[in-house]
């Protein structure tokens, strides 16, 4: 190899790795160029109690949730309950945030890393409403190419700080919360109803059903059973517990209208209690994996017995909740909800197995 080429070689190199060292793949062993950062905070001094509002922002959606009193709650859903502990959580990491590897970067690898208007924008906010913190998170960091990058967790995360546009920092957490999807946030208890006395399911066909009980350990009967049909009790024990313990998959956007949703012709459950609450269930048409539905309490707790007074308290303590639920359209996942929407014939118990 002679000098010209050797020259060439040098000049091709110097072109290809400047501002490289950190944005391909690792693998190698560098030397940092900003070795003091190393370490270091992200948001220096930043304190947890100080956050009254968290704002993601990406191309396809936008997110804020925001503490209201002692609640925190999505913006965008009209005030929607969100998850508390997933809320903490994110903070308490991104206060946590530190530098693991920090490079100069020109403006094509930038964009190539998503730190540009495609990436995910990061606000904590103030109770002014001021940033108190704000970070963009590219693409997620990996020390070894996985074969599917798209679903791996990744190891960190590429992230850029405002006014430090020539500048990319890795950090260890992958940030994989960062989401503006309203489903990673809401808050998603629905009903917590116990001690149900009957349940009743009301087709948008027409088609109908009762089961009802006459104490807590008494056997389910099915209401107006003919001839020879009888209950299969361990079906009426999944419908009963399955509507007593509803979780919700998201929330609908506010201004739904209820013929969108098909909660102008839902099929409506309505559970009693022996503690004197009625809860009903309207559910709508199917979203993805999810049903429209609209879900309310009503009545005033009443429990009798000996447990009667701890009772109160619990139940109070949970009905201010699910009360609020019913201004809001929600979304419940279809599968969560198969016990529940059967029709009648699917109830009873088969002939061979009433033989038995």
Do not use: C
Not at 135 to 163: H, M, Q, S
Not at 214 to 240: F, I, M, T
């Amino acid at each position: 190899m002679n000098a010209r080429v050797v020259a060439v070689l040098v000049v091709l190199l110097a072109a290809l790795g400047g501002g490289s060292l950190l944005v391909r793949q690792q693998g190698e062993t560098q030397k940092p160029a900003d070795v003091a950062s190393l370490g270091q905070p992200l948001f220096k001094g930043l304190q947890a109690a100080a956050v009254a509002a968290v704002a993601i922002r990406q191309p396809k959606g936008a997110i804020t949730i925001e503490k209201k009193g002692e609640r925190w709650v999505i913006a965008e859903l009209d005030g929607f309950p969100a998850d508390y502990d997933k809320l903490r959580d994110f903070v308490l990491k991104a206060i946590a945030l530190k530098v693991g590897q920090s490079e100069p970067i020109g403006e094509k690898d930038r964009a190539r890393l998503l730190l540009d208007a495609g990436g995910t924008l990061i606000e904590l906010r103030g109770a002014d409403g001021k940033p108190l913190a704000r970070l963009t998170a590219g693409k997620k960091y990996f020390k070894a190419e996985p074969e599917n990058p798209e679903r791996a967790i990744g190891d960190g995360r590429y992230v850029a700080l405002p006014g430090e546009e020539k500048r990319v920092i890795v950090i260890a957490d992958p940030l994989t919360q960062a989401s503006a999807k309203t489903a990673d946030w809401i808050s998603k208890a629905g009903f917590e109803v116990e001690k149900i006395k009957t349940l009743e399911l009301r087709a948008a066909d027409g088609s109908a059903w009762t089961i009802e009980r006459s104490g807590d350990n008494a056997d389910w009967k099915l209401a107006g059973a003919r001839g020879d049909e009888k209950l299969e009790v361990s079906k009426a024990n999944a419908a009963a517990y399955t509507f007593g313990r509803t979780e919700l998959a998201d929330a609908a956007p506010k201004g739904l209208k209820p013929e969108d949703a098909g909660l102008d012709k839902p099929t409506v459950v309505t559970a009693t209690t022996l503690d004197g609450l009625t809860y009903t269930l309207k559910v709508g048409k199917l979203e993805g994996e999810n049903h429209y539905a609209s879900i309310a309490v009503a009545g005033e707790p009443k429990p009798e017995g000996p447990d009667a007074e701890a009772r109160l308290k619990k139940i109070s303590e949970r009905l201010p909740r699910e009360k609020e639920l019913a201004q809001y359209v929600v979304l419940v996942p279809k599968s969560k909800l198969e016990d529940i929407l059967k029709k009648r014939a699917d109830l009873l118990a088969k002939k061979d197995e009433k033989k038995k």
